[in-house]
């Protein structure tokens, strides 16, 4: 999909206009908006950008990301153009070497999308980060997320499939991953909650981002675990239950994770003290395990994630250790989901760290 080859859908018939779009190879399987150039232009308009402006260039296969080829796939997508905005802050947080962009597109391992969004724009937008936040139902949370995979889809050339040769000796076919995952539709969509719980501070404060920034703090995902912490009735219980899945979780990577945290068990933490701060060192400090460790329950140690799991213990190995994340910062907590139900959600690693970008509005 090129700047100088615009669709031009008609959408006097609107059935054939998203048959077209299929044809084209242009969606995620899903029916999309036709993009007719009105409505690339008026997306365009949602933001400071020219049309030409290079948002991302991706090296492996050469692709140029503009605002006009994020624009018609934000259309697509069914964003309105206000949501455009954070669309491109995510894009451009890609570009940054640490997010791991080849391997978002490429991976065999299914790497997902992730963002948290902070500031005055969750409400702006009218996202949710109440109940059901990381599923369907609202259209900002989806769309924001389906508009960057169709970018990577149809301009970064991440085309899902069981690979094959288009004739010219150039694979056609680059997202290979294994199993997928439902997450690759619209990404782990998080904006926080961050008005019911003020002495935990949000994910963008914590940043060294003002309150009053809008900012998408992007990551890579390989998936998520739910942690049921009902009978935890305190911070440090939870923290404890948390610990206690994340350590046979496998990823004891010295990477990152991020916990999104109920309102349920934020009231503990509220209650009994505890900041962000806090919870990152605890969960940090009770997930520390030697490598000695790891290989005697049968993982293997940080950095060689393709070695055989588990193996003889080797000289060093009682002192050298590693958690789920290198620091404490690394292990983002946002707060989000229902008012009922005390279900943590452990994001885990797949590659890079996360990326933080304000909002240009």
Same mark, same amino acid.
């Given at each position: 999909?090129?700047?100088?080859?615009? #669709?031009? &859908?008609?959408?006097?018939? +609107?059935?054939?206009?998203?048959?077209?779009?299929?044809?084209?190879?242009?969606?995620?399987?899903?029916? $999309?908006?036709?993009?007719?150039?009105?409505?690339?232009?008026?997306?365009?308009?949602?933001?400071?950008?020219?049309?030409?402006?290079?948002? !991302?260039?991706? #090296?492996? /296969?050469?692709?140029?990301?503009?605002?006009?080829?994020?624009?018609?796939?934000?259309?697509?997508?069914?964003?309105?153009?206000?949501?455009f #905005?954070?669309?491109?802050?995510i894009?451009?947080?890609?570009?940054?070497?640490?997010?791991?962009?080849?391997?978002?597109?490429?991976?065999?391992?299914?790497?997902?999308?992730g963002?948290?969004v902070?500031?005055?724009i969750?409400?702006?937008?009218?996202?949710?980060?109440? =109940?059901n936040? !990381?599923?369907p139902?609202? /259209?900002?949370? @989806?769309? &924001? =997320?389906?508009?960057?995979? !169709?970018?990577?889809?149809n301009?970064?050339?991440?085309v899902?499939?069981?690979?094959?040769?288009?004739g010219t000796?150039?694979?056609?076919?680059?997202?290979? @991953?294994?199993?997928?995952? +439902?997450?690759k539709?619209?990404g782990?969509?998080?904006p926080?909650?961050?008005?019911?719980?003020?002495?935990?501070? +949000?994910?963008?404060?914590?940043?060294?981002?003002?309150?009053?920034d809008? $900012? $998408?703090?992007?990551?890579?995902?390989? =998936? @998520?675990?739910?942690? *049921?912490?009902?009978?935890?009735h305190?911070?440090?219980?939870?923290?404890?239950?948390?610990?206690?899945?994340?350590?046979?979780?496998?990823?004891?990577?010295?990477?990152?994770?991020?916990? &999104?945290?109920?309102?349920?068990?934020?009231?503990?933490?509220?209650a009994?003290?505890?900041?962000?701060?806090?919870?990152?060192?605890?969960?940090?400090?009770?997930?520390?395990?030697?490598?000695?460790?790891?290989? *005697?329950?049968?993982? *293997?140690?940080? =950095? @060689? +994630?393709?070695?055989p799991?588990g193996?003889? $213990?080797?000289?060093?190995?009682?002192?050298?250790?590693?958690?789920?994340?290198?620091?404490p910062?690394?292990i983002?907590v946002?707060?989000?989901?229902?008012?009922?139900?005390?279900?943590?959600?452990?994001? !885990?690693?797949y590659?890079?760290?996360?990326?933080?970008?304000?909002?240009?509005?």
């Open positions: 999909m090129s700047d100088d080859q615009h #669709p031009g &859908i008609d959408v006097d018939d +609107p059935w054939q206009a998203i048959e077209t779009c299929f044809a084209q190879d242009w969606t995620d399987g899903l029916p $999309v908006v036709p993009p007719t150039a009105a409505l690339v232009e008026r997306m365009l308009a949602g933001g400071p950008w020219r049309a030409d402006e290079v948002l !991302l260039h991706e #090296p492996v /296969r050469d692709r140029v990301v503009t605002a006009w080829r994020a624009a018609i796939n934000a259309v697509m997508a069914g964003c309105r153009p206000e949501y #905005p954070v669309v491109l802050a894009v451009e947080a890609m570009m940054e070497r640490r997010f791991g962009l080849h391997i978002a597109n490429a991976s065999t391992g299914s790497m997902n999308l963002f948290i902070n500031g005055p969750r409400k702006a937008l009218g996202m949710n980060s109440a =109940g936040v !990381l599923g139902g609202n /259209r900002a949370n @989806s769309t &924001i =997320g389906r508009a960057v995979r !169709l970018v990577q889809i301009v970064m050339g991440s899902p499939g069981a690979g094959g040769d288009d000796g150039e694979r056609d076919v680059l997202d290979r @991953s294994t199993m997928g995952h +439902p997450a539709y619209a782990y969509h998080i926080e909650n961050e008005e019911e719980f003020p002495t935990l501070e +949000p994910v963008h404060v914590q940043l060294g981002f003002a309150p009053d809008s $900012v $998408v703090t992007v990551f890579g995902a390989a =998936g @998520s675990m739910v942690i *049921s912490a009902h009978e935890d305190g911070a440090d219980k939870i923290v404890d239950t948390i610990a206690h899945n994340l350590a046979g979780s496998g990823k004891l990577a010295n990477m990152f994770c991020v916990i &999104i945290l109920p309102p349920e068990c934020a009231r503990y933490f509220v009994d003290g505890w900041t962000k701060r806090h919870i990152q060192e605890a969960l940090l400090e009770r997930t520390t395990r030697s490598v000695a460790w790891l290989r *005697s329950n049968g993982w *293997s140690p940080p =950095g @060689s +994630p393709i070695e799991r193996g003889p $213990v080797q000289p060093g190995d009682e002192e050298t250790m590693a958690a789920i994340a290198r620091r910062e690394d983002v946002a707060v989000a989901g229902g008012p009922a139900g005390a279900f943590v959600h452990a994001i !885990l690693p590659a890079g760290t996360p990326v933080a970008r304000k909002i240009k509005t």
